[in-house]
């Protein structure tokens, strides 16, 4: 059974999150969290599989408290957010690099009956990201730099033409 924490400060979304998570039966909602700081204590007492996280909420935002979790508990985190459309992809950045495994947009009308789609990709998602082993993050301020002293290395002319990067 995939225990869910399910945070956000709407009382219909934590409703609507539940209603769609228990409707599979190897998923159950273990509890909600109206704000971050709530999220970062129901997350050390309930130990869930996976946690859901909105972003914006009153107090300790999501960022935040996805940052705390990863240092205190380290635990699945599922950004769900309307701001993920953000052109600087903002919202996602910060969120993986607080230590989330995954950001997505919030389903806007998850319930409607054509919407089944929708419903299984957040379904699939829960239980493919509860399968995600994380680890303690320490976010200390000192990250490992290289070293100002060392050359950069030279490149041989005709070696590489292009790099090619992508998602």
């Known amino acids: 059974m995939i225990k869910v924490l399910v945070v956000d400060d709407s009382p219909t979304i934590c409703h609507i999150f539940r209603t769609v998570l228990e409707s599979d039966p190897g998923i159950t909602v273990v509890g909600f969290a109206t704000n971050g700081q709530d999220a970062v204590q129901k997350a050390g007492e309930l130990h869930p599989n996976v946690i859901t996280m909105d972003v914006q909420m009153p107090g300790l935002d ?24 953000d052109p600087a992809l903002t919202v996602s950045f910060n969120a993986l690099q ?10 806007a009308n998850i319930l409607a009956p ?17 399968e995600v082993r994380v680890v303690r993050r320490r976010f200390s301020g000192t990250a490992v730099r290289p070293r100002a002293d060392e050359p950069t290395p030279n490149r041989l002319p005709g070696l590489i033409d292009v790099v090619v990067m992508g998602a």
Not at 63 to 85: K, W
Not at 99 to 105: L, P, S, T, Y
Request: aromatic letters at 0%; proline letters at 6%; glycine letters at 4%.
């Open 98 to 107: 607080a230590g989330a495994v995954q950001v997505i947009d919030k389903p």
């Open 62 to 85: 999501g960022i935040e408290a996805t940052r705390l979790i990863m240092e205190r508990c380290p635990t699945p985190i599922v950004i769900i957010s309307a701001h993920n459309n």
């Open 114 to 130: 054509d919407a089944s789609a929708e419903r299984a990709a957040l379904i699939t998602t829960i239980k493919l990201m509860s």
